[in-house]
Structures are given as C-alpha cells and as structure tokens.
T-cell receptor
Framework: AQSVTQPDIHITVSEGASLELRCNYSYGATPYLFWYVQSPGQGLQLLLKYFSGDTLVQGIKGFEAEFKRSQSSFNLRKPSVHWSDAAEYFCAVGENYGGSQGNLIFGKGTKLSVKP | DTGVSQDPRHKITKRGQNVTFRCDPISEHNRLYWYRQTLGQGPEFLTYFQNEAQLEKSRLLSDRFSAERPKGSFSTLEIQRTEQGDSAMYLC???????????FGDGTRLSIL
C-alpha cells in the first residue's frame, strides 16, 4: 500500500539557519510528489510539486525539494529560515497510475518552530 | 481565481445531530476532493467527484456520510447522527486535471459536544 513517512514530528531551528524536512514514500511507480504548508486553523498551501523531469524543484517562499528515486525520498529544504515559516509541513504522494483519480496520501506532518 | 471556498468555517453541534458543509471549488476545476484531518494527523481522503459524478469513496466514508455535487459546481458533505469521532477538520480541494496540483480551501472545523 502507498504510504508517506515524515520521521520528524517537531523540529526547532533558529531564524536564519538552514532547514531540511524529511519525507520518504512507498509507491509502486514514480508518484506525483508534493509539499504543502498549513498554518494553525487554515487549509493547505502548495509549496512545490514534482511530476517528472528535473529532480530538483523550486517552490514558493524560497523552498526547494529534491526527488531521489533510489532513496524513495523527497526532502524539503530552505537555506535560511524566517520566523514566518513556522507552521506545519505535509509531504504528499499523488496517485498517477492509469485508473487512479489522483487522490493524495499525506504524511503525518512536521511542525516547524523558529527561534528568534 | 478566488480560490476554494468552504462554509461554514466552524461548526459546533451536539452528538446525534446532522450537519452539512459546503465547498465551492475554483471555477472550471472539474475535479473535487474531500479530506478529513484529525488533530496531529495529515489529511485523509474521503471522496472524489469528477464533474457531478462521485467516482471514488474511501472506506472512511461510513453510511452516515453522504456527498453530492449536483451540477458539477459546488459540493456538499453531510454527516448524519454525528458522533464524537466525527470531530475533525473537513477539507475540500479542487484541480483541473489529475496531473495538476490540488488547491485546498481553509476547511470546516467540526466540534461535537
């Protein structure tokens, strides 16, 4: 069965420090991959997506992610974190086989706290 | 593009009551999804519409849950005889194609007293 694992429940980084959030997936083929961010009480905002092609994808707010097929990973990175980045981050896999409807399978999320 | 709109944002009800939520997708997005998110978890898929046709339902969608999209535009999700375990954030998302990202609304938070 398809699944997404985000090993870190909570991460705290200092403002200005670099960030890497981990995501591993289990899927039979190359999936569609996404990172979403959620602020308290809000819906999910798309940060970036991978469908095919270049394995390093750029997103909004200075985020990037790298798809590594050999490691079944899609880690999210940012070189310098801002206090406004504090939120919960979700990695998701989208089904892309012929008969699928594109449902998203989410990880449990990583909560990011930023120290001043 | 006004985004996905969900109404109400918050709903508090007593156990056993029926509730209905509404989702207005981005115009011309023919694909509409409902998800449920409980505290400390990621969203879980509930059901999917392509235009007015409900094409997929998760096993999470018990008989007390029903969803409609009568004209292929807005959608409603109804929960009958609510239970404590129904307390969650209900999220709606839409996309124009399977290989395009889903855009989420701000959700409806349901609290069961």
């Amino acid at each position: 069965a398809q699944s997404v694992t985000q090993p870190d429940i909570h991460i705290t980084v200092s403002e200005g420090a670099s960030l890497e959030l981990r995501c591993n997936y289990s899927y039979g083929a190359t999936p569609y991959l996404f990172w979403y961010v959620q602020s308290p009480g809000q819906g999910l905002q798309l940060l970036l997506k991978y469908f095919s092609g270049d394995t390093l994808v750029q997103g909004i707010k200075g985020f990037e992610a790298e798809f590594k097929r050999s490691q079944s990973s899609f880690n999210l990175r940012k070189p310098s974190v801002h206090w406004s980045d504090a939120a919960e981050y979700f990695c998701a896999v989208g089904e892309n086989y012929g008969g699928s409807q594109g449902n998203l399978i989410f990880g449990k999320g990583t909560k990011l706290s930023v120290k001043p | 593009d006004t985004g996905v709109s969900q109404d109400p944002r918050h709903k508090i009800t007593k156990r056993g009551q029926n509730v209905t939520f509404r989702c207005d997708p981005i115009s011309e997005h023919n694909r509409l999804y409902w998800y449920r998110q409980t505290l400390g978890q990621g969203p879980e898929f509930l059901t999917y519409f392509q235009n007015e046709a409900q094409l997929e339902k998760s096993r999470l969608l018990s008989d007390r849950f029903s969803a409609e999209r009568p004209k292929g535009s807005f959608s409603t999700l109804e929960i009958q005889r609510t239970e404590q375990g129904d307390s969650a954030m209900y999220l709606c998302a839409s996309s124009p194609r399977r290989d395009q990202p889903q855009h989420f609304g701000d959700g409806t938070r349901l609290s069961i007293l």
